[in-house]
């Protein structure tokens, strides 16, 4: 293949230009910016199955996917018919309505540990709420998080990597107090004896400790075989609540989300992204009498104008009931064929490179030896990912514009796409490298 001219996008760049002037940094949040990897952010016009089409009408293979909102592909008939008989009948109401139920009952009915769901407006906002909740039930105040976790823009997890058994968090975000950081724990991912000894030496005072039981905000990082039994294990000893942030992986690596696909039952779940069909939808669930704190039954307050919005409840039940098993089983043979095809390409490119998978998430590391934690991710070559990034949206492909992103397919994606995409990473990579 021959590599394509650089692509100029004069009609991305004017919109950036006036973005700036009206939007901090011309982005709504801080990734779309590609301070990460250079150069001016795509501006987009419209999307459809595996494809966006940006402002100056070019086209993409999208591996972004909203982040991993979107696992049908862009514009799903059944979902975007579900969201025009919704606003049909009314885009928001401020109270109950029959959709709130139909979509609780398809969540509690894939996901085990969940008896009781609350919905909400975001995956921060679950989060949020969640970290609330076991602080309310357990009566104590400090919680464990891993380096490298993402768990959204909530104050008290907005904390660096530190050094130590149990050094506090300090903030990693200005207008964010230390005094807020200061009962969030720093763990290493992976590593259930750091998590053990942290919960040692803070005995009586943790209430749960946060997980992403697939870590997807360092590249994509598995969890090892037994960490998130063991962490079930030390939290049970501990008399900790264990959460997993399911933002990410909830209903993209299984029907049921991590907690199915690795047979480990936290005490709650937070959910986002797949869980709205595409559009603005949290929530957090878990057992009954943890749930049954939260107000009105409870003494835990949280509350939300939009939570359960009809729009939102419709594209949700719209996409959850298209999650078959034949579904999982074709990402997950979608999957095999991008993963296969990328590290063969490093291979023969003689690139040092990890490719890592779990169901319809992927990463590419360039480094030499596996990624199980936030400082070996941290080591990888990210000059070249930027140039690799480059080179891929000059093919038309567009890959999440840091290289500490997991990418996210579809169920749109063909093989022909992954073929597509395979070929013009190995042409990328002679390129840049």
């Not at 992986?249 to 992204?273: I, N």
């Not at 291979?347 to 319809?360: E, F, H, K, T």
């Amino acid at each position: 293949m021959t590599a394509p001219a650089r692509i100029q996008r004069p009609a991305s760049e004017a919109l950036y230009q006036e973005a700036c002037r009206l939007i901090p940094g011309g982005v709504n949040s801080p990734v779309r910016a590609f301070r990460a990897v250079g150069g001016t952010p795509v501006f987009f016009e419209r999307a459809s199955g595996s494809r966006l089409y940006d402002a100056d009408g070019r086209e993409y293979v999208d591996y972004v996917s909203s982040w991993g909102a979107i696992i049908l592909g862009h514009a799903d008939p059944d979902v975007t018919a579900a969201i025009t008989k919704a606003a049909a009948h009314g885009t928001s109401f401020g109270a109950p309505h029959a959709g709130e139920v139909r979509l609780a009952e398809e969540v509690v009915r894939r996901v085990g540990p969940v008896e009781r769901v609350r919905f909400v407006n975001s995956g921060t906002e679950a989060t949020l709420a969640a970290i609330r909740l076991v602080r309310a039930a357990t009566g104590r105040t400090k919680v464990v998080k891993f380096e490298g976790n993402y768990h959204g823009a909530v104050d008290s997890l907005l904390a660096k990597a530190g050094s130590g058994i149990a050094t506090f968090g300090l903030p990693d975000s200005a207008g964010v107090p230390e005094e807020i950081t200061r009962g969030t724990l720093l763990a290493r991912f992976n590593d259930a004896a750091h998590v053990d000894s942290i919960l040692q030496e803070n005995a009586g005072q943790v209430a749960a400790v946060l997980v992403e039981p697939v870590a997807g905000n360092m590249g994509l990082v598995p969890p090892n075989p037994g960490f998130l039994q063991s962490l079930r294990s030390l939290c049970d000893t501990h008399g900790v609540l264990l959460v997993f942030d399911e933002v990410m992986t909830g209903f993209r690596v299984s029907r049921g989300g991590a907690s199915l696909r690795y047979g480990v039952t936290p005490d709650l779940v937070c959910m986002g992204k797949v869980i709205g069909g595409g559009l603005p939808v949290g929530a957090y669930g878990g057992r009954k009498d943890l749930m049954d704190l939260v107000a009105p039954l409870g003494p835990m307050y949280q509350a939300g104008t939009l939570s359960g919005n009809p729009l939102a409840m419709a594209a949700g039940y719209a996409a959850l009931s298209r999650l078959t098993d034949d579904l999982y089983e074709g990402l997950e043979a979608t999957g095999a064929r991008l993963e296969q095809g990328l590290r063969e390409a490093c291979s023969v490119a003689g690139v040092p490179a990890q490719v890592q998978r779990v169901g319809s998430m992927i990463s590419v590391f360039f480094n030499d030896h596996p990624v199980e934690n936030f400082d070996q991710a941290s080591g990888s070559d990210k000059a070249l990912f930027a140039r690799l990034f480059h080179a891929m949206l000059d093919w038309g492909f567009y890959l999440p514009p840091s290289a500490l992103e997991a990418w996210f397919f579809t169920a749109a994606h063909t093989a022909d796409d992954i073929d597509r995409t395979v070929e013009a990473f190995a042409a990328s990579l002679r390129e840049v490298r």
